[in-house]
């Protein structure tokens, strides 16, 4: 099982030692090669490198979820009527969904890929801080295991853990727990900055509202007591791109908020003072986020009529007159039921057929 999961890891081994010793080569060139914070620099850039690829998921991410948020009142309006039937209620959603170009799995996209990101960087530099190099890169560059195993920052070690430390006071007691304060703190600050400033009204009441700030304190408590095992290299990652998505979750909310938020409102009052129409703005966003091209009126682009043949008594073809399309009736058997003698007689009647040079003629 380990060698199968070994498999599937191996092309994310090989990017991230990819990326961060060809981030620690160009860095090499203004640092000393084994400083310490050569090699926090080329994590830097690493992070930098990663969340950057990232960032058209997070758009279509971004642009799903304001697409279900905008959908709310329809998916209310489909419980209401298809409440009482849960196939028909779950298919009338799905073709909304397929109809307004909304995919909600998009939302959870740019997590899925982040994780086994973040786990092949952590297996990367936990290799490297136990002599064991992983990733191609860090395999045929033994030296660059050596460098970053023994390379320190303030006098501690990249890669050291806190645990690994003891807790004795130290500089690696010093740099863990700053790192750890520090990450932690940018993670609570993103959440409250969401919720907020970006959370609906509605949202904010009754027992969900209660499980969201339950989690706003709970989520930081894990995410602490977790870093102790983790090594300093992969803390340092992790502070980066708390960083990274606090700045960028601001800028969103900032030029993009959700409607009927207090961001929203006073993204509505910056368009008004800058002569801009907030709504034509909004009714633009959402025609681009649709997969449905539609026609200059606003409405979805119909199929074009096909035009009619039609054939008139001398047998003349005439193709200019448009009509829509016309509906053939199909010849079906017809039956009569009588009483003869207190007996109930069925008479059925065939279609007459056309003869056989009409039928040739069509």
């Known amino acids: 099982m380990l060698d199968f999961l070994s498999t599937l890891m191996w092309p994310i081994y090989w990017a991230m030692s990819g990326i961060l010793v060809g981030a620690h080569w160009l860095w090499s060139h203004v640092l000393p090669g084994d400083s310490g914070w050569t090699w926090v620099l080329s994590i830097v850039s690493l992070t930098v490198v990663v969340r950057t690829l990232m960032i058209p998921l997070f758009v279509r991410q971004i642009n799903s979820s304001r697409s279900m948020q905008l959908m709310q009142p329809k998916t209310r309006a489909l419980q209401e009527k298809y409440g009482h039937d849960r196939e028909r209620y779950g ?6 969904y397929k109809e307004e170009g909304v995919n909600p799995a998009a939302s ?6 982040q994780m086994p990101i973040f786990l092949g960087l952590f297996y990367v530099l936990n290799g490297a801080a136990r002599g064991n190099p992983v990733g ?25 853990t806190l645990a690994q430390n003891g807790f004795v006071v130290g500089p690696t007691l010093f740099v863990a727990v700053f790192l750890i304060i520090t990450m932690t703190a940018t993670l609570f600050i993103t959440q409250l900055q969401l919720m907020r400033k970006n959370l609906p009204p509605e949202s904010l009441t009754g027992p969900m509202a209660q499980q969201q700030k339950l989690m706003l304190y709970f989520f930081p408590i894990v995410y602490a007591a977790s870093s102790v095992v983790i090594p300093i290299g992969v803390l ?8 990274w998505t606090m700045g960028q979750q601001g800028l969103l909310i900032r030029n993009n908020p959700a409607p009927n938020t207090p961001a929203f409102i006073e993204w ?35 199929r074009p009529v096909a035009k009619a043949t039609t054939v008139a008594e001398d047998g003349a ?46």
């Not at 829509?324 to 009647?349: N, P």
């Open 108 to 113: 959870c996209l740019p997590l899925l890929l």
């Open 91 to 96: 298919q009338e959603v799905m073709k909304m």
């Open 136 to 160: 191609y890169w860090f395999e045929t560059n033994p030296h660059l295991v050596y460098s970053l195993q023994h390379s320190t920052i303030f006098g501690a070690e990249i890669s050291a």
């Open 236 to 243: 340092i990652y992790w502070l980066t791109s708390n960083l």
């Open 268 to 302: 509505e009052e910056r368009m008004l003072a800058k002569g801009k129409d907030p709504q034509a703005i909004m009714l633009a966003r959402a025609e681009k986020r649709r997969r449905t091209p539609k026609n200059g009126t606003g409405a979805v682009a119909s």
């Open 317 to 362: 073809v005439d193709e200019s007159v448009e009509a829509t399309t016309k509906v053939a009736r199909q010849q079906v058997t017809r039956q009569t039921v009588r009483t003869e003698d207190g007996k109930q007689v069925v008479t059925r009647q065939q279609p007459k057929q056309a003869p056989r040079s009409a039928r040739k003629k069509k």
